[in-house]
């Protein structure tokens, strides 16, 4: 395996070039069943060898412990790496399991403050809204971050889960700088109206669950292959009468894998990767591992080139795929375009 960096891309028009693929660290803390904690931070400093430099996290993922848990990596790599964060999904007062969405002024500047805090950092990177709350205006919610970045709390503003009219009216009120969207082999209802509003405005797309939550790498088959933790469970998509569908649908991977040489996991980046000369925008997807062999298979995939004829065998899969990303799409950029 080459220790070659990746390539670099920038974030939004006036912000940091960062590596061509990043780091989602959720699975570290949350979501995704039990984890090594000396192999993450090992998988982290790994990925910063091979030239990986936005690390992606939220205030959500295990209420607060990721963004503790990344803290130290952070604090040691500093002036090398970029942190993302986000807020917007708070505890529901009346049943702590529950989740509910919150955009409002005074808790974007509760959570700011929480995870500095907890990230032991003077300022913030990439802040992202996690979630849209479509009961408090987008141009109140911006409004606010612009203060922060205005207050030195953050530098650039990102969006997670908008539509397209909801990012023109976003950078209206302030440049955002990236747009958080699950886009991959699987998920592609984004290429309709947000791709090409962040390309006309200057935004640059990250890609997250690149991999399908792991399921285009053939790694599980099935909901039941998870343990009964895993967040994966929840998603229509990978349980019963949907799940076998779709393994079927890897078929076309594994061919182009094996002209390759590659995994199905690379041949999934690759394409993600490839989005940027399709679309004529920076993308840098965000690939979740908590494995070091794991960050240098994925980030081996971003020199990984398709042909016209292995894009077009992949092309179908999307439109073929059963069930939706998640149970309530109401979240989701689709939910609302």
């Given amino acids: 395996m080459t220790d070659s960096r990746i390539a670099t891309a920038r974030l939004g028009a006036t912000g940091p070039e960062v590596g061509v693929q990043g780091?989602?660290?959720?699975?570290?803390?949350?979501?995704?069943g039990p984890s090594d904690a000396d192999e993450s931070r090992a998988t982290l400093e790994r990925a910063l060898e091979l030239g990986v430099t936005l690390y992606d996290t939220a205030d959500a993922y295990g209420a607060g412990e990721n963004e503790r848990f990344l803290s130290p990596f952070f604090r040691a790599h500093r002036d090398e790496l970029v942190i993302a964060t986000k807020f917007a999904l708070a505890i529901h007062p009346d049943d702590p399991t529950r989740r509910i969405i919150r955009n409002d002024a005074p808790y974007i500047r509760q959570c700011v403050e929480a995870s500095l805090k907890r990230l032991d950092v003077d300022v913030i990177d990439l802040y992202y809204m996690h979630r849209r709350d479509v009961n408090v205006p987008l141009e109140e919610t911006v409004g606010v971050m612009a203060?922060?970045?205005?207050e030195g709390k953050i530098k650039q503003l990102g969006l997670s889960e908008v539509t397209?009219?909801?990012?023109?009216?976003?950078?209206?009120?302030?440049p955002i700088a990236a747009v958080q969207s699950e886009w991959s082999l699987f998920s592609r209802d984004i290429e309709a109206k947000v791709v090409p509003t962040a390309r006309e405005l200057g935004v640059t797309l990250v890609p997250y669950s690149p991999?399908?939550?792991?399921?285009?790498?053939?790694?599980f088959a099935k909901a039941e292959?998870?343990?009964?933790?895993?967040?994966?469970?929840?998603?229509?998509?990978?349980?019963?009468?949907?799940a076998a569908a779709n393994a079927a649908l890897l078929d076309p991977i594994r061919t182009v894998a094996e002209a390759h040489g590659a995994t199905l996991g690379q041949i999934a980046l690759a394409w993600v990767q490839q989005r940027a000369s399709v679309h004529g925008l920076p993308i840098v997807p965000i690939p979740g591992t908590r494995k070091?062999?794991?960050?240098?298979?994925?980030t081996a995939?971003?020199?990984?080139?398709?042909?016209?004829?292995e894009l077009a065998l992949l092309e179908p899969i999307a439109s073929k795929v059963a069930g939706d990303r998640y149970a309530d799409m109401r979240f989701a950029s689709a939910g609302r375009e």
């Fill in 23 to 32: 780091l989602g660290c959720m699975g570290m803390s949350f979501a995704y």
């Fill in 147 to 150: 203060e922060l970045v205005g």
């Fill in 164 to 174: 397209g009219d909801e990012l023109r009216t976003a950078h209206a009120v302030h």
């Fill in 211 to 219: 991999l399908g939550r792991g399921f285009l790498t053939g790694s």
């Fill in 225 to 242: 292959d998870l343990t009964a933790d895993d967040f994966r469970r929840q998603q229509p998509r990978y349980t019963g009468e949907n």
């Fill in 292 to 298: 070091p062999s794991r960050v240098e298979e994925n």
């Fill in 301 to 309: 995939a971003t020199r990984i080139v398709l042909t016209e004829e």
